[in-house]
């Protein structure tokens, strides 16, 4: 499906954002290896978590939607993995099949988990190594490094782990597999990535000791299914935050928005700019911080991104690049070569496509270097299938006089299906409250 847009287009009214993808595919993971129910409410209903949801029921466990948002898991327990009759399919969403091999490798069974074309390009080794290392066999059956995965539980052995990528997906397997391994298991970050699966271990009555960048697990009886209600994803937020940052004479309200310190690179970022934006009636919902954000357009200067706080943006990246082609001066992205190994090539994808809408904006092996431009143009441009470029194209179409097409643009519903519904509601000045 090809998107028009027509900008150019101020921003008002009030949204909450979809819940978040991260929190959801956990609520999930823990609440099938826990025993008893675990009710989620404002689960993500994408289709990137769904692939989660059939992945566990493929192996046994019950999981029953009281409606598109709420569902009810009756765990399995630690041990209660059923071996699936079929090769499990994680489809186009990393983190099902990263977290998913921690799980397998706990497990007394083989099984084999697969992907769609972009999930099969990307690298697997990362999560092998250290699975293999804590005593499960784990095959990537590709050139020695991609999916389809074949993985045999084994009877694991705790490990301590550096970890030589950012990835809070690989962090996640280690310690998933950490409860099924004898002894405790320590993962090592340079740089902190998010700590979901940590807060929610915990959560789910886990054993997990954090300090500074170090995070041990040590095996339980059992974990205990819980209530959840997930927080607005700050990830999909952060392209309305943008939206309405670059447009002069913007003003949203984003409601219930996930806080988590490891995810808020992107306020920090929009504050450096000299952004107008408020964080309001801050609370907590099951060991996450959520609050609402104020946020106005206009004025907006070029910044620097790089070091540790990447891991804390990775993924609004591409739409950080379009503030920056509405700031005055220079903007420097660096230390980001992860986003060569997302769902597409983030840095290529970033740079063909800006560069259609008439940005000055040069490719590094790391990241990019933007030279701020208000004169930008309506153009065609790609999604690569790719739903953060997708949306973050949309919000550089809306800030431009004319009509511009992104084409293939029905990727968004991997994380954010409505998107182009809320969208076109707050350029009209609505309200898109409850939406999800
Ligand atoms: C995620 C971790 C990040 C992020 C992805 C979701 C998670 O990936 O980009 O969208 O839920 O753990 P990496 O672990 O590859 O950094």
Redesign the pocket.
Known sequence: MDVLIEGKKVIKGTITPPPD??IS??GVILGAISEGITRIERFLPAEDCIRTVDCFRKMGVDIKFVNETTLIIKGAGLKGLKKPETILDAGNS??TM??LSGILAGQDFEAIITGDESLKKRPMERVALPLRQMGAKVECTVDGKFAPLKIRGGRLKGISYEMP????????AVLLAGLYAEGETTVVEKHK??D??ERMLLYFGGNITVKGNQVTVAPVEKLTGNDLVVPGDI?SAAFFLVAAAINEGSKLLIRDVGLNPTRTGIIDVLLNMGCSLKVLNERELNGEKIADILIEGGGLKGTRVEGDII?RL??EIPVIAVAACFAEGETVIKNAS?LR??ESDRIKAIVENLRRFGAKIEELEDGMVIEGNKNLKPAEVESFKDHRIAMAMAVAAISIKGISKIKNADCVKI?FPGFFDILNNVVKGGDADGQF
């Open positions: 993808k991260s595919h956990r990393g983190t990263r977290l990528v950012a990835s809070a997906q690989v962090k996640s990535t998010r979901h699966t990830s891991p990775i993924d992860e190994v997302k994380s």
